[in-house]
């Protein structure tokens, strides 16, 4: 029942830290009441689809994710890929409003309907090629991101929509002095109080987003409010979300079904990629193939309440862990409340000034680079930080799912570049008659009958190439007779290196004596005895270990040994 209901894991221990994750909630509710209304306009939907997202996505994903601080929701990424989606079909928004809303819940449908057939699968997996490196990376882009798109809201300099991290930094300092210092007041003040009260009072200390943004909204009022230009999140409508069948046609989902596809790809490696770079912190261990079963219950049935695309949001569930949440309870709580605020509350959280809001997420933003871990990959690897570079820069000056998959890219070519040189040890025997690596004692023999090498490194077609030269250049010798592969560190041998094996082992028993194999793992004969190699080289060049493989291979040689290491060379 745990794995089909996987909130049944965390409820005993909301019991316990139900307070806390009561705060978080409503920190959660108050941070996510502008950005709702900006996500839904990026998407090219009215403000009220924004909030119908933020109330149903996160409890579905609360429910059966595996993340303990990832609240999901309207995020800016996946807002920008609905609308391009959707204006390639042809749809506007500005003519047609209820055919664009239409198509929105279908491609919402469509992409969670993805996100769980790659959970049920056991797809999760694939975010293993996410590297530590490229997390890191991500969440010190997406923190600075965030703090620089905050700008506007710090400033009150109305900077154009859409502008890079250059573009702002351009235009604000060209407008500097156009600050509001009303707005700048608010929004430093609110960032100032979050501070003393975080390090400075204890007792409060897991309060302080929540009393710095009611202390910053009082501030905004002593200061003139709109009067002086401090801004609000404005109106906000007042209905729950009702529900809608999406319109599943056949043409419809014909003309959605590639789009969604990048959709759910994009919105299962922000989700994933977020709850793990908090893991980072809380050390839980997340399960992909949970999450994205979490991912597409949420979009899937929240496609039925009028909803759009969600996934996870960086600054809500840092601010969700930076508030002190314990379990997803806090993501529940947090839709709740906002659905509360909509009925009841509407006309007094209108009030809540951006300027606070953004002094706020500053600090969050701030938060989520990890100095210490930048500084660890900084010492321990060069390849690494490229990784961990090249994903940070391309989250500043690119789109997210770019540098998450440039950065997964570099990982993976640095990995295959690291597998595709394994080592290759020639191995000759010392003072104690141990075989070791002739690099380690200069002083070690080699048999002059028998030459031994160990691969550390598995045998696929990436590596074939370094190996094959190495045979290619024992083979000019005429010396070389026999040859014994010490095959313990060989991990797995794919087809095409079985190929390449048998082969070998055909042309060296037809020229010279042979190559031999000990100590092959069961895992790595597996290609092997299934394709017929074994067959084809013979079962008897294959030995249980080094010992018994020198014993049976000195039997077979006619010559006497000119150099003696082993006892069996006389």
């Not at 905050?150 to 573009?167: A, C, D, M, R, Y």
């Not at 695309?309 to 930076?322: D, K, M």
């Not at 989520?368 to 994903?391: M, N, P, R």
């Amino acid at each position: 029942m745990n794995k089909i209901f996987p909130f049944l894991n965390w409820l005993p221990l909301a019991k316990k830290s139900w307070k806390d994750d009561l705060i978080a909630g409503i920190t959660g509710t108050i941070i996510v009441i502008p950005q709702a209304v900006a996500f839904a306009m990026i998407a090219g939907l009215p403000p009220i689809y924004g909030f119908y997202t933020a109330m149903i996505t996160p409890i579905i994903a609360a429910l059966f994710g595996s993340s303990y601080h990832l609240i999901s929701g309207p995020t800016t990424a996946i807002s920008i890929v609905v609308y391009a989606t959707l204006v390639k079909t042809g749809l506007n928004p500005e003519t047609d409003l209820e055919s664009f809303v239409a198509m929105a819940l279908v491609l919402t449908f469509l992409a969670g309907l993805f996100q769980l057939a790659m959970g049920l699968l056991r797809m999760g997996k694939l975010v293993n090629f996410v590297s530590h490196s490229v997390i890191i990376g991500f969440t010190a882009g997406a923190g600075l991101l965030i703090a620089f798109k905050q700008l506007k809201h710090v400033f009150g300099i109305k900077v154009p929509q859409g502008s890079t991290i250059v573009e702002i930094v351009a235009y604000i300092g060209k407008h500097i002095s156009e600050t509001n210092w009303y707005v700048f007041g608010v929004a430093i003040g609110t960032l100032s109080i979050a501070l003393i009260i975080k390090f400075l009072i204890k007792p409060l200390s897991r309060y302080y987003m929540l009393i710095a943004m009611i202390l910053g909204s009082v501030l905004a009022i002593i200061l003139g409010g709109d009067a002086n230009g401090i801004e609000t999140v404005g109106e906000i409508p007042s209905n729950l979300p009702p529900f809608r069948v999406p319109d599943l046609t056949f043409e419809n989902i014909r003309l959605l079904s590639s789009g969604a596809m990048v959709l759910a790809l994009l919105g299962l490696i922000e989700a994933v990629a977020i709850g793990r770079s908090i893991a980072l912190h809380t050390h839980q261990r997340i399960d992909g193939n949970q999450e994205f079963i979490g991912q597409g219950l949420s979009n899937l049935i929240a496609s039925f309440f009028s909803s759009y695309a969600g996934s996870g949001s960086f600054t809500r569930s840092g601010v969700n862990h930076q508030a002190g949440a314990k379990t997803p309870m806090s993501g529940i709580f947090a839709s709740i409340f906002l659905m509360v605020v909509l009925i009841f509350f509407a006309s007094y959280a209108s009030y809540l000034p951006k300027a606070a809001m953004g002094g706020i997420i500053l600090l969050v933003g701030y938060s989520l680079i990890d100095f210490q871990h930048i500084k660890q990959v900084y010492k321990s690897s060069g390849k690494e930080l490229i990784v961990l570079a090249i994903t940070l820069l391309g989250t500043l000056f690119f789109d997210l799912e770019f540098a998450l998959l440039a950065g997964i890219f570099a990982s993976f070519f640095f990995y295959m570049e690291r597998t595709s040189k394994p080592n290759i040890a020639t191995l000759a025997v010392d003072g104690e008659k141990r075989l070791i690596n002739k690099i380690r004692d200069k002083d070690a023999i080699e048999c002059s009958s028998l030459k031994i090498v160990r691969i550390d490194g598995s045998l696929y077609f990436g590596s074939i190439e370094k190996i094959s030269d190495f045979f290619a250049n024992a083979y000019k010798s005429n010396e070389i007779q026999h040859i014994l592969i010490a095959a313990d560190g060989i991990n797995f041998i794919d087809l095409g290196a079985a190929e390449w094996l048998s082969n070998e082992v055909l042309k060296w028993q037809k020229n010279r004596e042979g190559i031999y194999i000990a100590g092959l793992k069961i895992i790595s004969q597996d290609v092997l005895k299934k394709g017929g190699f074994v067959k084809k080289m013979g079962q008897n060049i294959f030995f249980i270990d080094k010992k018994t493989a020198i014993r049976e291979i000195h039997k077979k040689i006619q010559k006497p040994c000119k150099i003696t290491a082993f006892e069996e060379c006389s």
